[in-house]
């Protein structure tokens, strides 16, 4: 997902999208951007689309990892439930 559409996801609006992860999310996360600089330290991509190839094939990392783990689990491991507690107050709708 797109940070947008999993800020949508989650129901926050302007909140950090990771300080509302859960632990795993943020693991998974780190992993797929660590995994993109390495790889783009090792091929030194030049221009938007071969930076476009390098930042699928590190998010393919991650979704890997992902996707095993849940395995594991037999559960997926993102939720739309947020780490933080907080709610929002009800908008008064003008009239």
Known sequence: MKASEYKQFKGIRKESLR??????EVALTDLGEIATREIAKKHRP?????????????????????????????????????????????QIENK
């Open 46 to 90: 030049y221009g938007l689309e071969a930076n476009k190839v390098v930042a699928r094939v590190g998010g393919d990392v991650a979704k890997t990892a992902r996707d095993d783990l849940e395995n594991k689990l037999g559960d997926s491991v993102v939720s739309n439930e947020n780490n933080l507690s907080y709610s929002y107050p009800k």
């Open 19 to 24: 300080d509302n992860m859960s632990d795993i």
